[in-house]
């Protein structure tokens, strides 16, 4: 009795789980390891696999591979998931292994899906079992273990990464689908076009059980035409298929931000939109992008290019008064302005060298001439006595020493050569000739416009 309602749960799963490969050579995709003499496969078809942590998007073959790993080995396997799974429940699934090793010396295989949920006392708790070699843990998660686990379990642990599956790989497993007759819908005459077979696989975006999914939802709500056939057509595979959906978590999230950011800098007008326009698919707050467009405005152009944070402010007040959609206009300008611009990293090479003297620096009182005056009193403290005003003096600069006294010498900001920076440069050039008492070159006499604030 309970063969048939197995049977009857089997046959009425959803067509990716039906469709689950069960053997190493039915496995589609990851060929990077478990392909022809990688480390993996050689693993489990030897049933010597250790400790490991797969890692990857859904639908790209994590589970599938750990139900292969039950089928192949000869010891016994335990599956959870850290979502529902305690403490409690994991000591007693460790005390049946060590008895079953003590006894049989039978290894237990324990696959835990969704294991960056487990928290550090679960962790821990399974630390013990795997430093003896009672467990063998294998660890399914969408998550970065890296970021998301434990480091003490991840150390213990071989890292297998998994990357989504190509359009031909999705194709292929839809292919096998339709042909199967015992899981799939090889006994119905179902015709997929060929407009169709790529339009799932392009909105399935790499994820297997996504693309099935869609298959099997238009399969079953066509009805057959006159010749009996189920056709799929392309409008019928894409009402079938779900938008395509990034699936950005914070890893992903991390790494694309990181990756929009090193094309501003780059100055890749088309990777930066590139990058933009995915955050945004993502459902990423678009705050998030222009408060990057005003930080790399001055970090990675600066006054190579003034006007690059002009543009970068007013996209992100364009983002305050219109939103969405119409702002990712305003954004994309601003992108491709910096992304243009002649780059300077000149303003934060200042800031940060400034901001570490001033973490190890002395701290001595302000000199004299430069302390404040606008206080009654000020001129018997002799607050002022010998400053000298710029404007007196001709081209309105005059040689002083601003700086602390303990850091008289010091230069943090050094002008590029780039852009608009190209002409401060040349102010610099000068007052340092005037610094030095050398004489001004006749075809370059000292600018009369103010440059204070350079």
């Known amino acids: 009795m309970e063969d048939l309602f197995q049977k009857q749960i089997d046959e009425n799963a959803p067509l990716a789980d039906r469709m689950r490969p069960r053997t190493l050579d039915e496995f589609i995709g990851q060929t990077h390891i478990v392909g022809e003499g990688k480390l993996l496969r050689r693993a489990i078809l030897t049933d010597r696999l250790q400790s490991s942590i797969f890692f990857g998007p859904p639908g790209t073959g994590k589970t599938t591979l750990a139900a292969i790993v039950a089928n192949a080995t000869g010891g016994a396997f335990v599956?959870?998931?850290?979502?529902?799974?305690?403490?409690?429940?994991?000591?007693?699934?460790?005390?049946?292994?060590?008895?079953?090793?003590?006894l049989y010396r039978q290894p237990t295989y324990l696959l835990l899906d969704e294991c960056h949920r487990w928290n550090k006392t679960q962790s821990d708790s399974l630390l013990p079992a795997l430093e003896k070699g009672v467990i063998r843990f294998i660890g399914s998660t969408t998550e970065n273990p890296m970021i998301a686990m434990t480091s003490a379990i991840v150390s213990r642990c071989r890292v297998f990464q998994f990357y989504p599956l190509t359009n031909e790989d999705v194709e292929q497993a839809i292919s096998h689908a339709l042909k199967d007759e015992e899981r799939g819908f090889g006994k119905l005459p179902v015709m997929l076009e060929e407009e169709a077979l790529h339009t799932i696989s392009a909105i399935a975006n790499g994820d297997c059980r996504s693309a099935l999914n869609a298959l099997e939802l238009a399969v079953l709500t066509t009805a057959p035409n006159e010749a009996g056939e189920v056709r799929i057509t392309r409008e019928i595979a894409a009402e079938s298929s779900q938008k395509k959906v990034i699936k950005c978590d914070e890893q992903l999230f991390y790494d694309m931000l990181s990756a929009f950011?090193?094309?501003?800098?780059?100055?890749?007008?088309?990777?930066?939109?590139?990058?933009?326009?995915?955050?945004?698919?993502?459902g990423v707050d678009p705050r998030i992008i222009a408060r990057r467009l005003i930080?790399?405005?001055?970090?990675?152009?600066?006054?190579?290019?003034?006007?690059?944070?002009?543009?970068?402010?007013?996209?992100?007040?364009?983002?305050?008064?219109?939103g969405l959609p119409e702002a990712?206009?305003?954004?994309?300008?601003?992108?491709?302005?910096?992304?243009?611009?002649?780059?300077?990293?000149?303003?934060?090479?200042?800031?940060?060298?400034?901001?570490?003297?001033?973490?190890?620096?002395?701290?001595?009182?302000?000199p004299v001439y430069l302390r404040d005056t606008s206080f009654a009193g000020a001129g018997k403290?002799?607050?002022?006595?010998?400053?000298?005003?710029?404007?007196?003096?001709?081209?309105?600069?005059?040689?002083?020493?601003?700086?602390?006294?303990?850091?008289?010498g010091r230069r943090y900001y050094i002008?590029?050569?780039?852009?608009?920076?190209?002409?401060?440069?040349?102010?610099?050039?000068?007052?340092?000739?005037?610094?030095?008492?050398?004489?001004?070159?006749?075809?370059?006499?000292?600018?009369?416009?103010?440059?204070r604030g350079t």
């Open 328 to 366: 990712r206009l305003s954004l994309t300008q601003a992108i491709i302005f910096i992304c243009e611009s002649p780059k300077s990293n000149s303003v934060v090479t200042a800031l940060m060298g400034a901001a570490a003297d001033a973490e190890t620096s002395f701290d001595e009182p302000v």
């Open 79 to 102: 599956k959870l998931n850290a979502v529902t799974a305690g403490v409690k429940e994991l000591r007693a699934i460790v005390d049946e292994a060590e008895q079953r090793l003590r």
């Open 415 to 451: 002008p590029s050569d780039q852009g608009q920076e190209a002409k401060i440069l040349e102010n610099h050039q000068r007052r340092e000739k005037l610094r030095n008492g050398e004489p001004l070159s006749p075809e370059k006499p000292v600018e009369t416009e103010p440059t």
């Open 295 to 322: 930080a790399h405005a001055s970090e990675d152009v600066g006054l190579a290019n003034p006007q690059a944070m002009v543009q970068a402010v007013a996209a992100a007040d364009a983002l305050e008064h219109i």
């Open 381 to 408: 403290l002799g607050h002022g006595k010998g400053y000298l005003y710029p404007h007196d003096f001709p081209g309105h600069w005059v040689k002083q020493e601003y700086m602390p006294p303990s850091l008289k």
């Open 261 to 282: 950011c090193k094309s501003l800098r780059g100055g890749d007008s088309n990777a930066a939109i590139a990058w933009f326009t995915r955050l945004l698919y993502a």
